[in-house]
């Protein structure tokens, strides 16, 4: 019987799985991974609110910026956790980067756009901007 081939599950399932699953090892030692911060976008009171979740990121290591409709979360995470106790010694570092882009509607005021963080946790407001209703005209009807 030509062209049996076997098949595998794990190895379909592997094709899946990102290369570089352990990420990359930092100059100091510590292991670098790209991940991406839970989101939740709302829309409230004539504005949009987006909730990002950064626990253990640092403020001065994020950045919140606006380009071409869409907003733009960007950032490093950078964790050093030690432990000694009674003959033994436990070390662990978490390095990482993340960016997320999420598109903002064209009701959008870009110039009122501010983000501030408390307890971890990122919130972005979105002022819509203001709805005028169109004018109404009248427009006559040509005969003949």
């Known amino acids: 019987m030509p062209g049996l081939i ?3 599950p794990f190895d379909e399932l592997a094709s899946f799985w990102p290369r570089d699953l352990f990420g ?3 100059p100091n030692g510590g292991v670098t991974v790209e991940w991406s911060p839970r989101c939740d ?3 409230k009171d004539g504005e949009i609110v987006v909730h990002a979740e950064l626990p253990g ?16 979360l960007r950032g490093e995470k950078r964790t050093e956790k030690k432990e000694e106790g009674k ?5 662990e570092r978490f390095f990482g980067s993340f ?11 870009e110039t009122k756009i501010e ?17 005028t209703a169109p004018a109404s005209k009248k427009i006559e009807i040509a005969v003949g």
């Open 57 to 72: 990121v640092d403020p001065k290591d994020m950045e919140v910026s606006i380009r071409d409709g869409d907003l733009y």
């Open 24 to 26: 990359r090892v930092a």
């Open 6 to 8: 076997k098949w595998s």
């Open 115 to 131: 983000a501030k963080l408390k307890d971890g946790v990122l919130e972005v407001h979105m002022p819509k901007l203001a709805v």
């Open 87 to 91: 003959g033994r010694k436990y070390s």
């Open 41 to 43: 976008v709302t829309e």
């Open 99 to 109: 960016e997320r882009t999420i598109a903002i509607p064209a009701n959008v005021d």
